[in-house]
């Protein structure tokens, strides 16, 4: 179950301490999620229905984890179901987005697109001028095991000559054990963002390197594409962010919460050549005798970038340009 409230406990409010001076005055997430339960039956068990992730709910749980900026506005999408598939389920999401990008008149949004949509599908559903973009989201690949599923089959042809035309951001979350060192997914991404320059393509999670090195090795490939983007939500280990700062121009990183993800206090970590998605409580048996002390994923994550930025001598503008004004320039 998603928790009513996202308290924050004596650790959290120690890292806020040393985030404060980190954090920039205006803040626009890049990645953020938004949904209720009427159109996200995979969610049902943990979601109530009373509670929806709603736009006011965010302003209020992440302002203060965010230093109470003066300006916070994001990019949302709903959370990504299979069921969403279905016409009816697809248009209460959308009508849901619209709602909250209603309530947010300086934030964007991006429609989930299904594989099998064709271009007039996806355009009939960009019925808000602030509908800047278009998600896509391995579970609606039509296979087994989504987890190995090529790019193509959760990100349709369709999808790239919408944004093409529109000048739309594509939001992906790159799966395959090895993410962006997968040789095929690499190909895929330099492939399609020539066919398509007018594309922008956000690679979600530093490109989904919850194993470091898959990052790491990687994006320096990218270093020229310049429609390919980054954003770092939820990634909780510094590496891969770090390697992104060195080597892709620093116009082209987002800075994104993942929530209500981001609330949890679990944190996603390197092992071996993969990763390990630790949930509280997990992290609380690691030391039954001196409970370890756990971070919300949002901070676990400032505390990576902050790191990041330090090891890459990023200075205050890069900071903000991270935070806020790289986003802007992209949606707006
Ligand atoms: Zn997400």
Redesign the pocket.
Known sequence: MFSKEMPLLPPDREALKILKDFLPPRIFDA?L?LFDASFTPRLRERLDPALPFCWERYEREMGELLNFPSILQGNFFVDPDPAQKEPEMMKKADRFLIEQLEKAPQSTAEILVSPEESPEQIEARLRHPRIKGLKCYHLLADRPNTAQADIWEYLPESAWEVAEKRGLAITL?LVKDAALSDPENLRYIREKSRQYPNAVLIL?HAARAFASWTGVEAVEKLANAENVWFDF??VCESPAMLRILQKIDRKRILWGS?YP?CRARDKVVSLADGFLWMYQNQLSCISPQSPVKNWLIAIENLMAVRQAALLADWNEDAVEDLFYGNARALFF
Do not use: N, P, S
């Open positions: 990645h999620h979350h979600a939500a939820a993942d993800i």
